[in-house]
């Protein structure tokens, strides 16, 4: 079992950035974390859940929406079991709640469905 605890939510004018965290705990040894693909989705009101960026297990492959491409940045620590979500440039349109997931396998994926493990779930809130 794998716990996801995020963190780092806040209100921000666009343009401005935002970094979030995510700590995984339980069966989350060092080497054994990085037997999960990472990834970021959010969920913004009245909004489907969407894919937003997702990492393999060593950090050098990554996987970005189309929306955020350029302007977000993931990045993952298999030695503090933590996966982190640079938001630069941020926009309205990004105001959501950002939720980490793991997934047990070995390519990465965009689709929530082949993850095991989310977290609770961190707000961010862009103002115009």
């Known amino acids: 079992q794998v716990q996801l605890v995020e963190s780092g939510e806040g209100l921000v004018q666009a343009g401005g950035s935002l970094r979030l965290s995510c700590t995984a705990s339980?069966?989350?040894?060092?080497?054994?974390?990085?037997?999960?693909?990472m990834g970021w989705f959010r969920q913004a009101p009245g909004k489907e859940r969407e894919f937003v960026a997702a990492i393999n297990w060593s950090g050098g492959s990554t996987r970005y929406a189309d929306s955020v491409k350029g302007r977000f940045t993931i990045a993952r620590d298999n030695a503090k079991s933590t996966v982190n979500l640079q938001m630069n440039s941020l926009k309205p349109d990004d105001t959501a709640v950002y939720y980490c997931?793991?997934?047990?396998?070995?390519?990465?994926?965009?689709?929530?469905?082949?993850?095991?493990?989310w977290g609770q779930g961190t707000h961010v809130t862009v103002s115009s």
């Open positions: 339980g069966r989350t040894v060092s080497g054994y974390f990085s037997g999960y693909i």
């Open positions: 997931a793991a997934a047990r396998r070995f390519s990465l994926t965009i689709s929530g469905d082949e993850y095991d493990y």
